[in-house]
């Protein structure tokens, strides 16, 4: 095969002629050229199904006579090639002919350019031929349909007329039957006139006319239901089809638009007055926001009153007043504080008020059986789960009696670094449950339950605990109670008094009697149809479920889905879980429940109050947050005195980071840690929190070379990788007493051993030699005790310390001695110093080391 066919290429196969080909001469650089076959495919008509094939198009007309060449649109042929210049070398040609296919490149575009255009106007015309023959056929089916409407009134006489004829001419003779036919279908039998029966125009439809125009031949329907996704000219023209009816409000407006552009008659805006709401400080855009103004007005005005002022600075409220009032609006002042809730002054009606169950708290010595008591009414064994065997979180519980009615426990640490929690307990209570050891007798948290509970003012029930054993003696608790304003019944007193044995369960139904009998004399009442307020008992960051707070509904129902505040941190109810673990949706007065949905840890005592939605509980947080951040950074004033004896104190500071489980421990340690510290050395408390210590635990503990004590937690393992790379140490604990004895150990060994100095003598220099060539000695006579050689010495002049020092000889005439008595001379020389005169003072002492104690 040769070359010029293999360049050549080859049109496509195919069974019919559908497709009309033609070849493209491509034109590239460097004098590249190829061919490209262009196809042009045959429009495919498509008929109804069941119809008759559609008859062929009519013949073309004959085509006219040849024009001359110009008048016909020919091909654009390609320019024919300049012929080479003589001495042309190959870098100039390779130029010439790119310029020349770029030239030939825009000569194309152009000529396309124009093609366009044209093919552009040549539709444009026969969008408007078709325009005005539907135009001409609307106008005809008009007239048709006039003529249709006047032919019924003629058409019953002609029918009648004709009905004789038709039927002679139906019931021809036998024989002439073949004969008539073919006649009949020659020249029809002359009739009455008839009309063309025309189609009744139904009404005009945008959906009809727009898909009649979609579709130039008829197709079926399911053709149709797969071509309805394709875009058309007709969709693509037809944008609004389909789009969302204008409201009648911007029909208003837009009429109201044409009219002013119009410059027709238009009311006059009236001028809104408002009340804003104007805190003690705002900026001047705010402002405007608030009173729909421009800004610009109101800088404006403020320029007016002498003030150079942006849109961005912050303004008093009194200047706020008077742009407000010159604007003409109501001005309603707030201050900051109002944006915070006092629920103080906020009483509830008498006749909305129900019963409710008393709350009683147990507290008491450490170790006087409270938590054994408290289990002997519930039916459980909380002590065995507590380390060390004592309490050491605050623990709300709800029983129910045999008389069905409800009793609200608090259990209450009885440790003394407990006070807090203690207190905490007296301050939400009803009752108070003294319980006081039958062997062991009153102690000090005993009397520190005491006055809490006074200090509240709180009724008071005794309980004589361990009554069982046989070195109880009730009768000299009762005595003892004397001592500190606690008269029993027994004693002709009021309070009354319930001797029993958490641990036989002798006499527990007589307390449940005592402290229901308490309760009715108290007459406890709350409204349960109100927003909830609760006090936080408890507070902990647990693991699983984020942070996590125990508190004790005191009004109001506390709901699933409540949006609430509750100190610095604000959330939303997730999940409510009473006392047995179980999850309930709503908690009523009096009723203690775990809240999970917190945004952070809270303060134990901090109160839980439920607002309107999310946005009122962020705002009263983020003010609390301030108030907070203020109280802690503030500076406490001081003067020179305290600032050079800060400077010149030589306080030793034991930095600590503290982590607990709960709020009430970190509060109780900090306070413990704090009263180890003394004059010399002071604990100071780098960060205190809820949970498992962290990486950012350990990083602030590794730059301040503090140990972590962990109280009930443990790190994470990010947090122990830390640990090993810083090098930080851990101090785990899990009883208050063995934290702070260990704590006090490593002060003591901060410190180091405790000096203690006893003076041994005195003597009077009384004259003073040379010892050897740099040396000098000094007689002596002993006026006090005795004179030791290696012992510590203070030279004194005029009752001013000249030096320390040691006594490195010491001799009687020119023997060495150990020891010269009173009344005696002798001589001395002292290490590292030769500032000695006549009338000095030598005072000479030991130095005892001993173990400090805090």
Do not use: W
């Amino acid at each position: 095969m040769s070359d010029d066919n293999n360049q050549r290429p080859r049109k496509p196969l195919g069974l019919k002629r559908s497709v009309d080909a033609g070849e493209v001469k491509q034109t590239f650089s460097h004098g590249r050229t190829n061919k490209v076959v262009v196809e042009v495919k045959r429009r495919r008509v498509l008929g109804k199904p069941g119809s008759e094939a559609a008859a062929p198009p009519p013949p073309p007309p004959a085509p006219p006579p040849p024009a001359p060449p110009a008048a016909a649109a020919p091909k654009p042929a390609p320019r024919p090639a300049r012929p080479a210049p003589a001495g042309e070398t190959p870098q100039e040609r390779v130029k010439r002919l790119q310029l020349e296919a770029e030239e030939e490149r825009l000569r194309m575009a152009e000529e396309g350019r124009k093609r366009d255009e044209q093919e552009a106007r040549e539709r444009e015309e026969e969008e408007r031929r078709r325009a005005e023959e539907n135009r001409r056929a609307e106008e005809e089916a008009e007239k048709q349909r006039a003529a249709a409407a006047a032919a019924p009134s003629e058409a019953p006489a002609a029918n009648e007329a004709a009905t004789p004829t038709a039927e002679a001419s139906a019931t021809p003779a036998p024989a002439d039957e073949a004969a008539a036919a073919p006649a009949a279908k020659q020249e029809p039998a002359p009739g009455p006139r008839k009309f063309t029966p025309v189609e009744r125009p139904e009404t005009k439809r945008p959906e009809k006319k727009k898909k009649e125009e979609k579709r130039a031949a008829p197709i079926d329907a399911g053709k149709d239901s797969r071509r309805s996704g394709k875009l058309t000219v007709t969709r693509a023209l037809n944008e609004d089809e389909g789009r969302r009816a204008r409201s009648l409000a911007a029909l208003k407006r837009a009429r109201e638009k044409e009219r002013r552009g119009q410059g027709g008659p238009s009311k006059p805006r009236e001028k809104q007055v408002r009340d804003v709401v104007v805190p003690e400080a705002i900026t001047v855009g705010e402002l405007a926001n608030r009173m729909a103004e421009k800004g610009a007005d109101l800088v404006k005005a403020l320029f007016n009153l002498g003030m150079m002022v942006t849109v961005n600075q912050t303004i008093d409220q009194d200047t706020a007043e008077l742009l407000v009032e010159e604007f003409g609006h109501n001005i309603e002042r707030v201050s900051a504080s109002d944006v915070d809730i006092n629920t103080s002054e906020d009483m509830d009606p008498e006749e909305t008020l129900r019963p409710r169950p008393p709350v009683v708290t147990i507290m008491g010595h450490v170790d006087h059986g409270k938590t054994s008591l408290l289990d002997a009414l519930r039916g459980t064994d909380v002590v065995k789960g507590e380390a060390g065997g004592i309490t050491q979180h605050i623990g709300a519980y709800q029983i129910t009696t045999k008389a069905k009615d409800k009793i609200t426990f608090l259990d209450t640490p009885g440790h003394a670094a407990f006070s807090e929690m203690r207190a905490r307990g007296a301050n939400v209570t009803d009752i108070v449950v003294l319980v006081v050891a039958a062997d062991d007798g009153i102690m000090p948290q005993t009397i520190e339950a005491i006055n809490h509970t006074q200090a509240a003012g709180v009724p008071m029930i005794v309980a004589i605990n361990k009554c069982d054993k046989p070195e109880a003696n009730p009768q000299k608790v009762r005595e003892r109670l004397l001592e500190h304003n606690v008269m029993v019944e027994a004693m002709s007193g009021e309070v009354q008094d319930v001797e029993l044995s958490a641990k036989t369960g002798m006499n527990l139904d007589k307390l449940l009697e005592a402290i229901a009998l308490q309760a009715e004399l108290l007459e406890l009442q709350a409204r349960p149809d109100r927003d909830a307020e609760a006090t936080v008992i408890e507070a902990q960051l647990d693991k699983g479920r984020g942070p996590v707070a125990t508190v004790l509904v005191t009004r109001g129902t506390l709901k699933r889905g409540d949006n609430f505040v509750v100190g610095t941190q604000s959330g939303k109810v997730r999940a409510l879980v009473d006392d047995k673990g179980q999850q309930i949706k709503e908690a009523g007065p009096s009723m203690p429940v775990e809240v999970l949905g917190l945004g952070g840890v809270p303060s134990a005592g901090d109160v839980l109050t439920v607002v309107e939605n999310e946005q009122r509980a962020r705002e009263v947080a983020e003010y609390r947050q301030e108030l907070a951040t203020e109280k802690r950074t503030a500076l406490a004033p001081t003067n020179f005195d305290t600032m050079f004896s800060t400077l010149s104190s030589n306080v030793i500071e034991f930095p600590v980071v503290v982590k607990a489980d709960v709020q009430g421990s970190v509060e109780a340690i900090v306070n413990a840690l704090h009263n180890l510290s003394n004059d010399d050395i002071k604990v100071r408390v780098l960060n205190g929190g809820v949970g498992a210590i962290t990486e950012s635990d350990v990083v602030l503990a590794g730059g301040s070379k503090a140990p972590i004590i962990g109280f009930n937690v443990r790190p994470n393992a990010k947090a122990r990788e830390l640990l090993k790379r810083d090098n930080v140490r851990m101090m785990y604990y899990d009883v208050i007493y063995h934290l702070t004895d260990a704590i006090a150990k490593e002060m003591v060994g901060e410190l180091g051993p405790e000096r203690i100095e006893h003076v041994v003598g005195r003597a009077l220099v009384k004259e003073v030699f040379k010892s050897g060539k740099r040396d000098k000695a000094a007689g002596l006579l002993v006026e006090e005790g005795v004179i030791r050689k290696g012992l510590f010495a203070r030279l004194t002049r005029a009752d001013v310390i000249v030096s320390a020092t040691k006594i490195a000889s010491l001799r009687r005439f020119k023997d060495d001695v150990d020891e010269v008595r009173t009344g005696l001379e002798c001589g001395v020389v002292l290490e590292d110093t030769n500032d000695i005169k006549p009338g000095d003072q030598l005072e000479v002492f030991s130095v005892e080391e001993r173990e400090r104690t805090l």
